[in-house]
């Protein structure tokens, strides 16, 4: 089955911490895409980043990074030096081909000032 | 450009009412697709389209219609209203150009429904 883990429903962090969503996919593709969205309290959903299956080169922009491990089927997400402004939900999502795309049940950030 | 446009932003049903949830784009995005959001339950996908007149069933479709009658719109149908729908709603539209299935998607703002 296709499926989409994010473990942790919810983190609490004081600022400036470094803080760690993991997300794990289950999939027998050999192509699959990986996406995270980050949903603020206002509600809308926001872009992230995306990875394909063939492109395993971790990404750093700003305070964020990620590390996608096909070995493990983890694609982990981590904010460096927390801001309150990270405060939201974080969905992981994965596309096999086509369009169907499977979001994880997501991760609520509490950042703490 | 407005992006993706849902409307209404908040629906009050009884059980048994129909209604539907619109949806529109201004992107000219071949691809949408509505989703509903439950708490701890992350995105499911109801229903999606890859265009006009081409329209295929999600993880959740029971209980709702879809048609796409053109590139902008794709209007989400409830049939028959119960409680369980009750959720929010999110319509959102990505791109097919290019290497279309590692497009994102953009959301729209939601739809907050309840059905008593």
């Known amino acids: 089955a296709q499926k989409v883990t994010q473990a942790q429903t919810e983190i609490s962090v004081v600022e400036k911490e470094d803080v760690t969503l993991d997300c794990v996919y289950e999939?027998?593709?050999?192509?699959?895409?990986l996406f995270w969205y980050k949903q603020p309290p206002s509600g809308e959903l926001v872009f992230l980043i995306r990875?394909?299956?063939?492109?395993?080169q971790n990404e750093i922009s700003g305070r964020y990074s990620w590390n996608f491990q096909k070995s493990t089927s983890s694609f982990n997400f981590t904010i460096t030096a927390s801001q309150v402004v990270d405060s939201a939900v974080y969905f992981c999502?994965?596309?096999?081909?086509?369009?169907?795309?499977?979001f994880g049940a997501g991760t609520r950030l509490f950042v703490k000032a | 450009n407005a992006g993706v446009t849902q409307t209404p932003k908040f629906q009050v049903l009884k059980t048994g009412q129909s209604m539907t949830l619109q949806c529109a784009q201004d992107?000219?995005?071949?691809?949408m697709s509505w989703y509903r959001q439950d708490p701890g339950m992350g995105l499911r996908l109801i229903h999606y389209s890859v265009g006009a007149g081409i329209t295929d069933q999600g993880e959740v479709p029971n209980g709702y219609n879809v048609s796409r009658s053109t590139t902008e719109d794709f209007p989400l149908r409830l049939l028959s209203a119960a409680p369980s729908q009750t959720s929010v709603y999110f319509c959102a539209s990505s791109s097919t150009s290019g290497y279309s299935s590692y497009n994102e998607q953009f959301f729209g703002p939601g739809t907050r429904l309840t059905v008593l």
């Open positions: 992107m000219n995005h071949e691809y």
């Open positions: 999939t027998r593709d050999t192509t699959y895409y």
């Open positions: 999502a994965c596309r096999w081909g086509g369009f169907k795309t499977i």
């Open positions: 990875r394909n299956s063939f492109d395993e």
